[in-house]
Structure formats: structure tokens, C-alpha cells
Nanobody
Framework: QVQLGESGGGVVQAGGSLRLSCVAS????????MGWFRQAPGKEREFVAVASWSAGATYYEDSANGRFTISRDNAKNTVYLEMSNLELEDTAVYYCAAEYEKLSALDEEYDYWGQGTQVTVTS
């Protein structure tokens, strides 16, 4: 089992920045690809970004590309999502998730999920 815990959410004005963190515990973290997803009110959960277990490969949803950066520190069992130039449409609950070795944008392929952290962007 891998337990995931997100933090770093909050309220920020449009154009601002936030850094989300997700700490993993339980099994070895290093062989898991780590993804970030989000779910806005009334919408389905959507892919944001994923990093391979070595962070040698990263992929982003189109609207996040260029504004968000995913990174990980395997020594700290932590994955980060740096978000800048935030927009109102980025308001959502953000979840981190882990999948063993694969790299995917499909939430059904992820094995473990955190409880989520709320990000609210105001005008």
C-alpha cells in the first residue's frame, strides 16, 4: 500500500502562484509514476500532470503546459506541483496519485490516491 497526502492548497488571486506537495508513505515510492489530477465543482476529474519515477519524463495537460511544473524528490517521498499564472478556471480540488512504473493521463490506471487539497483562484 502507498498512502498519499496532499498539502499546499489555498486561496490565491488570479495571476498568483501556489506550490502543492504530496508526501507518500508505505511502499517504496521511487518506482511509482506520480500524477496530479483535479476536479472542479460539477465537472469530472481531469489529468493535470505526471512525472515518471525518475522524473526523467513529464507530461502536462494542455492548459497546464507552460504554467505548471511537476517535480519529485524521491529521497523525501514527495512530489510537487508548482503552479503559476493561476486562472479562475484552475479552481478545483487537486489530487495526487501513484501508478506503478507506467506513465498515464488516465485516472483509472492509477493505483493510489490522496484525499485532495482545495485550490481556489479569485479575481
Amino acid at each position: 500500500q502507498v498512502q498519499l497526502g496532499e498539502s499546499g492548497g489555498g486561496v490565491v488571486q488570479a495571476g498568483g502562484s501556489l506550490r502543492l506537495s504530496c508526501v507518500a508513505s508505505g511502499r517504496s515510492f521511487s518506482r511509482y509514476a506520480m500524477g496530479w489530477f483535479r476536479q472542479a465543482p460539477g465537472k469530472e476529474r481531469e489529468f493535470v500532470a505526471v512525472a515518471s519515477w525518475s522524473a526523467g519524463a513529464t507530461y502536462y495537460e494542455d492548459s497546464a503546459n507552460g504554467r505548471f511544473t511537476i517535480s519529485r524528490d524521491n529521497a523525501k517521498n514527495t512530489v510537487y506541483l508548482e503552479m503559476s499564472n493561476l486562472e479562475l478556471e484552475d479552481t478545483a480540488v487537486y489530487y495526487c496519485a501513484a501508478e506503478y512504473e507506467k506513465l498515464s493521463a488516465l485516472d483509472e490506471e492509477y493505483d493510489y490516491w490522496g484525499q485532495g487539497t482545495q485550490v481556489t483562484v479569485t479575481s
